[in-house]
T-cell receptor
């Protein structure tokens, strides 16, 4: 299995531009998570989906952030307009929820975003 | 709600020395417990997890952790560390009911382990 795939791996953009981050979860997993990691705030859960439905988006910072999961194999996290304080590493993770073996989340390599 | 406290933000050790990374949690319900490792410029990788049974759990790369319910702790240990163990380590919990988990993982703030030659 290729694991969780994220693209792009690096993104540099200017303030005010739209940024779209993409994630392909592990095949067969039914839960998908978007995290943000910064030095100041550590690892924060932004939103998670179960069976393509958003379950908890309480971590989404503000209306500039939106996430979609149109099908079981693809999700996007969009920032519009972007601001310098959005600079961070964004991780996508997936898991099989409801498993008797415990909900192990598998993380992608992350997208390193820099907003100038 | 759950909370996880990693008691040390940084732990420097010399190569071949033993190490313990401390983790305490708080939860009103039963939980599963995890340790993840993050190597520089990479995503998080599962190190080990406690679901049930023996309170001593063995993971990859020679790490082990012991679940102590009375002290609500899940400390990570390795008897002899290598330079390659230099990374950030995260403790996490997820609520469980019966034999399955539900809700979201709650992570600690992380402990940076630096192994010196």
């Amino acid at each position: 299995d290729a694991g969780v795939i994220q693209s792009p791996r690096h993104e540099v953009t200017e303030m005010g531009q739209e940024v779209t981050l993409r994630c392909k979860p592990i095949s067969g997993h039914n839960s998908l998570f978007w995290y943000r990691q910064t030095m100041m705030r550590g690892l924060e859960l932004l939103i998670y989906f179960n069976n393509n439905v958003p379950i908890d988006d309480s971590g989404m910072p503000e209306d500039r952030f939106s996430a979609k999961m149109p099908n079981a194999s693809f999700s996007t996290l969009k920032i519009q307009p972007s601001e310098p304080r959005d600079s961070a590493v964004y991780f996508c993770a997936s898991s099989f929820s409801g498993s008797l073996t415990g909900e192990t989340q598998y993380f992608g390599p992350g997208t390193r975003l820099l907003v100038l | 709600a759950q909370s996880v406290t990693q008691l040390d933000s940084q732990v420097p050790v010399f190569e071949e020395a033993p190490v313990e990374l401390r983790c305490n949690y708080s939860s009103s319900v039963s939980v599963y417990l995890f340790w993840y490792v993050q190597y520089p410029n990479q995503g998080l990788q599962l190190l080990l997890k406690y679901l049930s049974g023996s309170t001593l759990v063995k993971g990859i790369n020679g790490f082990e952790a012991e679940f102590n319910k009375s002290q609500t702790s899940f400390h990570l240990r390795k008897p002899s560390v290598h330079i390659s163990d230099t990374a950030e380590y995260f403790c996490a919990v997820i609520p469980r009911a019966g034999g399955t988990s539900y809700g979201k993982l709650t992570f600690g703030q992380g402990t940076i382990l630096t192994v010196h030659p």
